[in-house]
């Protein structure tokens, strides 16, 4: 009866084992396309926004690691590769679970934060300011169909257009093949606010890396129990072969 128990729980390690390897390769995966999104908008958002995709990319790795020593440990049937396993398991399950929590964090404060850049961007905005700032404005506005941060009107005291109402033409619908003259103002201008339509965009990245750290840390979870269970299994029969 142990015997099989043993057979169950080891080959069910090396299964999860395997599972561990993909799971690595695909919080890499979404640490990697998540710093890719938000480096091209690395002028309007906080480090802090940096910090959780390249946390993720460090423990993608370590994972896949992890789970080479613990596919081993198993199949071999190593006590002290299966209890080495055991409290990198321990750690990377505390690490995960931080993610998690800096995830769902950072989720909730993503409209904040993110406005208070692009206000603090807005002085810089025009022809003979910050390309860069200008340029991404421009792309932001263009890409989520918003203007301003709250709403078109901000733009008027930064562009000093209060009178005439004038907003950059990136806040006007631009319909392909139109031969007129276009007047880009606060009446024309898109109704929603960057901070709003931005921000949505940057917090679902966010909880993108919040909801693959869950799943590895319910996964890390099993694991870990299996892998107790076969290095205490492991122990015995050293001690009574």
Request: glycine residues 8%; charged residues 10%; negative net charge.
């Amino acid at each position: 009866m142990l015997t099989k128990i043993f057979t169950t729980v080891k080959y069910t390690l090396v299964s999860v084992n395997f599972l561990f390897l993909i799971t690595g390769i695909i919080i890499l995966s979404v640490g990697s396309s998540v710093q890719s999104a938000y480096n091209g908008y690395h002028e309007f958002l906080s480090e802090r926004f940096f910090s959780l995709p390249a946390f993720c990319i460090a423990t993608g790795i370590i994972i896949f690691l992890i789970g080479f020593a613990g596919f081993y440990g198993a199949y071999m049937e190593n006590y002290y590769v299966i209890m080495a396993f055991v409290i990198s398991m321990i750690v990377m399950f505390i690490f995960q679970l931080s993610a998690c929590i800096a995830g769902y964090v950072l989720r909730g404060s993503t409209v904040a934060l993110v406005q208070s850049s692009l206000l603090s961007t807005m002085e810089l905005y025009g022809p003979n300011k910050n390309f860069e700032v200008t340029k991404l404005w421009d792309e932001i506005q263009t890409d989520f169909t918003c203007c301003g941060v709250t709403n078109s009107s901000n733009w008027l005291v930064p562009l000093n257009t209060t009178e005439s109402g004038g907003v950059p033409v990136s806040c006007c619908q631009n319909v392909p093949g139109t031969v007129t003259t276009f007047v880009c103002n606060t009446a024309s201008a898109f109704a929603t606010g960057c901070s709003e339509a931005f921000g949505a965009w940057v917090q679902d990245h966010a909880s993108a890396i919040g909801i693959t750290g869950v799943f590895l840390v319910l996964m890390q979870a099993l694991a870990v129990a299996g892998a107790l269970w076969l290095a205490n299994i492991a122990r015995q029969e050293r001690e009574f072969p």
